[in-house]
């Protein structure tokens, strides 16, 4: 039986963002994914490193702040996985927001950015929208383009996983968490690899399995119970052919939710919606009903495009609270400690692909009472990442 500091449950990118924090702070670490990197939502974003522009509405300020520093970080140290691309938000006479509000988030997102060359916005010209591809100019009274960048959310997450095993973690995909025993300062866990049961001890345990949580939290023997979560599908299609070189916010006209309709690897990725999903999180996929959904916004916006499918795919967003808006949710990531002194039981319910290393330092700290610091750990925010 081989025993780590740290046992990490769950490859996505919060589980490998938390295996490289601890690795770089100095810790020995086992890393655990049941099937392979970001084989769960964090293959099946929107492919979004950005500051949550509107999260501004609902007033969670902090988290804008948050992702805008790590989304500089990001372009430095992960430059050829995370690019910059302009966004425009239209601005139609039945829109939600008229473009006084639209203005307004734009400048405090700017004074959020600080000094970052992405911070600035414009107000396009008329002149200009017949750039827009074709975009429906019926009723549109403004459009503002603002900076924020795109990545490939599968590569970034075995990027990061990498890093994490070059810095010495031992890292296991297709290993499979079972259960785990907490007892006086050790932990046991119990996995499954090559169709043979393994052991390991640690003495904090760290529960990233992201959909997967609150289920892998009820196999932890001595683990706080979970708290509420409603697990949220995100479906995305991708269609034939590139629409545009920028990415356009829009509102559904069905709802009037806000939706993305962006270039993706020479097609055009168009997403997301929001529906309560129960069940088994490997299964989950976008139903008809959700393809049809986003098809008629392509159609409303840009109704010369022809929309043929080529994939869909859908994942889940964990989200804690009580309100009955999915918008209103806080997005940022909810962390369990079973003692917040000397935490040896941690859990991350939601977050956000974009924070995921500002989260795995934050949670990396809280366990210097029980694991002691280390000599010459080594910071994250200078640790290159490739996709080699």
Not at 61 to 69: N, P, Y
Request: overall charge positive; hydrophobic content about 40%; glycine content about 8%.
């Amino acid at each position: 039986m081989k025993h780590f500091e740290i046992i990490v449950i769950g490859g996505g990118i919060q589980g490998a963002g938390c295996a490289q924090a601890a690795a770089a702070a100095g810790y020995s670490v086992l890393l655990l994914e049941q099937e392979r990197w970001g084989f769960g939502t964090s293959s099946r974003s929107s492919k979004l490193i950005h500051g949550g522009l509107r999260y501004l509405e609902t007033f969670q300020f902090g988290l804008v702040r948050k992702s805008l520093a790590e989304r500089k970080i990001l372009r430095r140290i992960a430059s050829t996985l995370v690019h910059p691309l302009p966004f425009f938000i239209p601005v139609y006479k039945s829109s939600r927001h008229q473009g006084w509000k639209v203005f307004a988030a734009l400048s405090l997102y700017r004074l959020f950015a600080g000094a970052d060359e992405l911070a600035n916005f414009r107000h396009l010209p008329q002149s200009e929208w017949h750039t827009l591809s074709g975009l429906n100019r019926e009723g549109l009274k403004h459009v503002f383009q603002y900076w924020d960048t795109q990545t490939d959310d599968r590569l970034l997450t075995r990027a990061v996983a990498g890093s994490a095993a070059g810095l010495g973690a031992t890292t296991r995909e297709h290993a499979r968490f079972i259960k785990a025993t907490a007892e006086n300062r050790s932990c046991t866990v119990t996995y499954s690899e090559k169709g043979a049961e393994h052991q390991a001890t640690c003495r904090v345990l760290i529960n990233a399995g992201g959909p997967w949580v609150a289920e892998v939290q009820t196999h932890i023997s001595g683990a706080p119970p979970p708290p509420k979560i409603d697990l949220v599908k995100g479906s995305h299609i991708v269609l034939a052919d590139k629409l545009h070189d920028g990415i356009f916010y829009l509102e559904s006209p069905v709802d009037r939710r806000p939706m993305f309709i962006m270039p993706w690897q020479g097609n055009t990725l168009v997403g997301t919606t929001e529906k309560i999903f129960t069940g088994d999180p490997a299964a989950v996929s976008a139903s008809d009903v959700e393809i049809l959904y986003l098809l008629k916004a392509v159609a409303h916006y840009f109704p010369d495009f022809k929309c043929e499918v080529l994939e869909s795919f859908a994942g889940l967003r964990v989200l804690t609270g009580w309100e009955s808006s999915f918008s209103d949710r806080p997005r940022d990531t909810l962390i369990q400690y079973d003692d917040r002194g000397a935490p040896r039981i941690i859990s991350l319910y939601g977050g956000k692909l974009t924070t995921y290393r500002a989260t795995a330092e934050s949670i990396i700290k809280k366990v210097a009472p029980t694991l002691g610091k280390r000599e010459h750990p080594q910071d994250t925010s200078e640790i290159y990442l490739t996709c080699g």
